[in-house]
Structures are given as C-alpha cells and as structure tokens.
C-alpha cells in the first residue's frame, strides 16, 4: 500500500482561527477521504475529496465550515474554519491505496481548540 | 441508512485465549469486509479484508463471513497484551465509500 502523510500531526488554536491540514500520498489516487474522530468514539466521514471537481460533503458538514482542496491525484488539504472548542479532535485523511482498494489511514492530526 | 454495528466492549479476555469480535451489517449488497486495528492515539491499521463467504486466515487472525447473516467476524488465536485495541469492523458495498462500525475495545490481560 502507498504511505500516506499528514501535516501538522498536532495543533493548539485559540477559537476563532482557522487551521489546514494537508495530506499526502505517495501515488495517485482517485479518491481521498478526510474523518473526525472525537475521544472515545469512531470514525466520522467528513467529506470525500475528488480531484477536479468540488468534495462531496456528509450531512451535518458543510464547505464553509470544512472547505477541502484537491490540486492534484496525491494530495489534499481540509480547513478548519472558525474554530471552537467543539473542532478539538483528531483528524484522518484517508485514500483507498490497497491492491483491492483498501481504504488505508495517514497518521492523522491531533487539533486542540482553546 | 447503511449500518455497521459492533458492541462496544470492552471485551476482556486472557492471555493466550481466543478473542471473537463480531460484527453485523445492514446493507445486503455489501462486497468487501474489512477489520482495522486502532491503539489509544494512533490511527487505524487495516489487518484483514474478507471478499466472500467462509473463512480467512491470516498467522493468529481468521475472518469470517456469512452474508446470509449479514455476519462478519474476527477471531484472534493465542491472544497477547500488545492486541489490546480497538477492533473496527468496515464495509463495503460499492464504489470506493467504506462504512465503519463503532469499534470494539480489546482488553487482553496478562
């Protein structure tokens, strides 16, 4: 499977700020994937990032909020917008790498929002 | 709304005895089954892919799938402290989207 990168892998933000991640892949991909995980609980899909055309967003996301670029089939970047308490979490770029397109994890970012 | 449930757990079991972690689905026509592995802090690793009925085994790891039942399981032989995780059951029904389940926390004492 391709190595996927993350930038940065952690972060403290005072609320009100915005902050992007990048993601990295080290072979083009046709999709790539971006998740919340909040403390204890599971992954949640954000938003699924294409490459020449605008990232599909799951309810209860929206691009104001989450807006994600996608120059090119091997990387990705998510911005956190206006920050608040409630965006502290880890977030996880994901892209399907595997021989049988396997879905595999970067190491992910860990975002604390004062 | 597709659905992957696991039980939370956690699951505790001792060291060297088989661990089952189970999982159920809700979309009949899922084709891919897939279990990742999450410690405490870091992101999840996939250990096993399952694509058709029966067994699938991979050193102390065996999935199990039995689509009639909508069922996938893991089964881990010989279990050590160092499985102690998160056990995440995905799915797959089309496409490149993957459902994931809750997760199942493993406790394996020593």
């Known amino acids: 499977s391709a190595v996927i990168s993350q930038k940065p892998s952690r972060d403290i933000c005072q609320r009100g700020t915005s902050l992007t991640i990048q993601c990295q892949v080290d072979s083009q991909v046709t999709m790539m994937f971006w998740y919340r995980q909040q403390p204890g609980q599971s992954l949640t899909l954000i938003a699924t990032a294409n490459q020449g055309s605008e990232a599909t967003y799951e309810s209860g996301f929206v691009i104001d909020k989450f807006p994600i670029s996608r120059p090119n089939l091997t990387f990705s970047t998510l911005t956190v917008s206006n920050m608040s308490p409630e965006d502290s979490s880890i977030y996880l770029c994901?892209?399907?790498?595997?021989?049988?397109?396997?879905?595999?994890f970067g190491p992910g970012t860990r975002l604390t929002v004062l | 709304q597709k659905e992957v449930e696991q039980n939370s757990g956690p699951l505790s079991v001792p060291e060297g005895a088989i661990a089952s972690l189970n999982c159920t689905y809700s979309?009949?026509?899922?084709?891919?089954f897939f279990w990742y592995r999450q410690y405490s802090g870091k992101s999840p690793e996939l250990i096993m892919s399952?694509?058709?009925?029966g067994d699938k085994e991979d050193g102390r790891f065996t999935a199990q799938l039995n689509k009639a039942s909508q069922y996938v399981s893991l089964l881990i032989r010989d279990s050590q402290p160092s499985d102690s995780a998160t056990y995440l059951c995905a799915v797959r029904s089309g496409g490149f989207k993957t459902i994931f389940g809750a997760g199942t926390r493993l406790f394996v004492k020593a």
């Open positions: 979309d009949r026509v899922s084709q891919s």
């Open positions: 399952i694509y058709s009925n």
């Open positions: 994901s892209a399907p790498t595997g021989q049988n397109n396997e879905q595999f």
